[in-house]
């Protein structure tokens, strides 16, 4: 500053001297002068070449890094003081430090210049595992970054421990328990300790008080709530009764109980329970053999409440969506991805069209026709060495309470207000987040940005309240049952809120190793995004088969498949459209592979339960099942995700796939002649 001002200073004077001789020659003296001994050292002061003023680096990066898996690196330029220094512009030398550039990776030689006194460099790379040491300097000063690098196939053991876990021992909560605990030894240094500690207060206990994952929980116990409240007023049976007088033959019975797993849409255990236990005799009556009905019962329950709008599923679904989209940085609203990811769950849809035509058309094929055939011929309904599972006391929907009334409104009121008071919900919520924008906003637009865990609770709370007062009202039952049922609802749902939280554990498990990108890294030229949501169905489908449920293979995959199909999209720069039809697509073959191993594994709890409310057997239940289900998943897969990649629109794949369904049943189907009321051949 002082020799900028003695320069000043100096100018002024020679100014006046050189005046005399003309103006001219003043002015081009006096640039001159500033050029060769103003701005050359000035401009020297700000790139601080010369070693007279020492500048302090400061490295900031991650605690480790996944190997050949890029990161963000920040070097901070700071005074003696420990001040920002933002006069220094570098640039400084690296060792030791590589960057990746489309797919290439190459040693940094020379940082970019620094601005406001840092650097930050995003595509970081560190080629080989272990201790690295990260060394930069220049004539101002040096710093050096020691950073753990863990190999990148560790990053995928965490799940992959889950699954496995998951197939010897068949429990869930103790398998995703292991991956997260796994994942946290890798994450705090190997250290076996804290890895289990760690796992109990930062990543169990963190997805506890996140506020949006505290409204999942509390909505979906508040809905089970209420599913008990109207289970034990007799509600649900009501609809059973009510329907189940249209049942006169054995297409009717086929179709009643169908159309029953549709309406009771909002919970695949409440679905199973009531239509399994309520059809049978009807069932029974028309000859219709047990393997049929549980395959009934079975196919409209998960089916169903995977792609219905408000069911005891959607807390869980729409929480792992949204803690994807969190962990990648996106501002999306989960609940209305979810909604659009509905036509893409093509498993589901197929199966709920398939059974309908199946009892539509009353064609069977495989161990299944042998079974209509025995049932109708001879009426028995179980095969000679079948040993049912008949011990159905315990899923009784009324309990003791044999003498309540059976009134279906005291279910579809409840269910009606639910749905309006959520989407009213949902509409004001989105006009307030609009603020002055929402009077040009169209209706999706609003719906999108509503706050969708407050609108469910909110419509949760309003629908369970009015549940309480009809049965109370018509005393059904008094305010203590309710009370006792609300509760037994609630602790129908526990175990599945305590693999959510695990599940958004090992979400986060694999957002901090990287798990996407090293698979997305791995895989790099392996096979195209287009072809993601088919390789997606195929992985969920076998390990829901495998592991006999769906949530834990959706909470294993959704965390994973989402980034990499975001990433991989906009790697391969696919336009807007093309990326967000790969994206739902994959989701929904998450959601709906899923429910291929929830719909048919011998160990699933649903298939079980649908074996106990049918009182079939359970082994003939699943053989007589698993063809049928075998043929729509290939129907999907060909028909539905495959073409998604190609951004065939699913309401073009949709009735495409159905309609060869029906080419099917007619192909390969056989028709035994069930339509007379009194069980014999109508001609």
């Known amino acids: 500053i002082l020799f900028v001002n003695f320069l000043n200073n100096a100018f002024q004077s020679l100014s006046l001297k050189l005046s005399y001789s003309g103006p001219a020659h003043a002015k081009k003296l006096i640039l001159a002068l500033f050029l060769a001994f103003g701005f050359l050292p000035i401009n020297q002061g700000f790139a601080q070449e010369s070693p007279g003023r020492p500048v302090v680096f400061?490295?900031?990066?991650?605690?480790?890094?996944?190997?050949?898996?890029?990161?963000?690196?920040?070097?901070?330029?700071?005074?003696?003081?420990?001040?920002?220094?933002?006069?220094?512009?570098?640039?400084?030398?690296?060792?030791?430090?590589?960057?990746e550039t489309d797919g290439v990776i190459s040693p940094m030689a020379l940082s970019p210049l620094f601005k406001n006194g840092r650097i930050i460099i995003k595509n970081a790379v560190l080629a080989h595992s272990g201790s690295q040491l990260i060394q930069i300097s220049s004539p101002s000063g040096?710093?050096?970054?020691?950073?753990?690098?863990?190999?990148?196939?560790?990053?995928?053991?965490?799940?992959?421990?889950a699954i496995i876990f998951a197939l010897i021992f068949r429990q869930v909560v103790l398998s995703l328990f292991s991956g997260i605990w796994l994942g946290a030894i890798f994450i705090y240094n190997y250290n076996i300790l804290t890895g289990y500690l760690k796992t109990l207060d930062i990543y169990i206990v963190g997805s506890l008080v996140d506020h949006s994952n505290a409204s999942i929980i509390i909505f979906s116990l508040c809905l089970g709530g209420m599913v008990g409240i109207i289970s034990k007023a007799g509600g649900t049976a009501g609809i059973v009764k009510a329907i189940s007088r249209f049942a006169k033959n054995a297409r009717g019975g086929q179709l009643a109980a169908w159309a029953m797993g549709l309406f009771i849409f909002f919970d695949d255990y409440a679905n199973t329970l009531i239509v399994g236990n309520t059809m049978r005799p009807f069932t029974d009556k028309l000859k219709i053999s047990r393997e049929k009905l549980s395959y009934i019962v079975d196919s409209t329950a998960a089916p169903v409440v995977s792609v219905a709008i408000i069911s005891t599923w959607i807390g869980f679904q729409v929480g792992l969506i949204q803690a994807a989209f969190q962990s990648m940085g996106i501002q999306k609203d989960a609940y209305f991805v979810f909604l659009q990811t509905i036509p893409y769950s093509y498993y589901s849809w197929i199966t709920i069209f398939f059974v309908f035509f199946v009892a539509l058309l009353l064609r069977d094929f495989g161990p299944m026709y042998k079974?209509?055939?025995?049932?109708?011929?001879?009426?028995?309904?179980?095969?000679?060495?079948?040993?049912?599972?008949?011990?159905?006391?315990?899923?009784?929907?009324?309990?003791?309470?044999?003498?309540?009334?059976?009134?279906?409104?005291?279910?579809?009121?409840?269910?009606?207000?639910?749905?309006?008071?959520?989407?009213?919900?949902?509409?004001?919520?989105?006009?307030?987040?609009?603020?002055?924008?929402?009077?040009?906003?169209?209706?999706?637009?609003?719906?999108?940005?509503?706050?969708?865990?407050?609108?469910?609770?909110?419509?949760?709370?309003?629908?369970?309240?009015?549940?309480?007062?009809?049965?109370?009202?018509?005393?059904?039952?008094?305010?203590?049952?309710?009370?006792n049922a609300w509760l037994g609802g609630l602790k129908s749902m526990v175990l599945a809120m305590v693999i959510l939280v695990l599940a958004w554990a090992i979400g986060k498990?694999?957002?901090?190793?990287?798990?996407?990108?090293?698979?997305?890294?791995?895989?790099?030229?392996?096979?195209?995004?287009?072809?993601?949501?088919?390789?997606?169905?195929?992985?969920?489908?076998?390990?829901?088969?495998?592991?006999?449920?769906?949530?834990?293979t959706m909470a294993i995959l959704t965390p994973i498949v989402i980034p990499i199909a975001y990433k991989m999209t906009l790697a391969a720069q696919f336009g807007a459209d093309l990326s967000h039809t790969i994206l739902l697509g994959t989701i929904g073959a998450v959601l709906s592979g899923s429910i291929f191993g929830d719909h048919c594994s011998p160990i699933s709890d649903t298939t079980i339960m649908s074996s106990m409310a049918s009182a079939a057997d359970h082994i003939d239940h699943v053989r007589t099942q698993l063809p049928y289900a075998l043929v729509v998943a290939g129907i999907a897969l060909i028909f539905g995700y495959i073409p998604a990649g190609y951004d065939l629109h699913p309401l073009i794949a949709i009735p495409g796939a159905i309609l060869v369904t029906v080419l099917f049943l007619f192909l390969f189907g056989k028709r035994i002649d069930q339509d007379s009321p009194d069980g014999e051949p109508s001609g």
């Open 371 to 483: 079974a209509e055939k025995r049932s109708f011929q001879t009426g028995k309904v179980l095969s000679d060495r079948a040993q049912p599972m008949a011990d159905t006391e315990s899923f009784e929907i009324l309990g003791d309470d044999s003498q309540i009334p059976l009134r279906w409104y005291n279910a579809v009121i409840p269910i009606v207000a639910l749905i309006l008071a959520t989407f009213i919900g949902m509409y004001f919520s989105g006009l307030q987040t609009l603020g002055k924008s929402a009077s040009a906003a169209h209706f999706g637009e609003i719906i999108g940005n509503a706050n969708s865990f407050a609108s469910l609770l909110w419509g949760t709370i309003t629908a369970t309240l009015i549940a309480a007062l009809l049965a109370i009202s018509q005393k059904i039952l008094n305010l203590q049952k309710v009370f």
């Open 58 to 99: 400061q490295i900031k990066g991650p605690n480790f890094a996944v190997s050949k898996i890029s990161f963000s690196l920040t070097v901070l330029a700071k005074t003696e003081r420990g001040k920002i220094d933002s006069a220094f512009t570098g640039p400084v030398h690296f060792k030791g430090l590589w960057v």
């Open 142 to 161: 040096k710093a050096e970054y020691n950073l753990r690098v863990i190999p990148g196939i560790l990053t995928i053991l965490p799940p992959l421990l």
């Open 509 to 552: 498990i694999c957002t901090d190793l990287h798990t996407a990108d090293y698979v997305i890294e791995a895989t790099r030229g392996l096979f195209s995004p287009r072809i993601l949501p088919a390789v997606t169905f195929v992985i969920a489908a076998f390990i829901s088969f495998s592991t006999g449920t769906s949530w834990a």
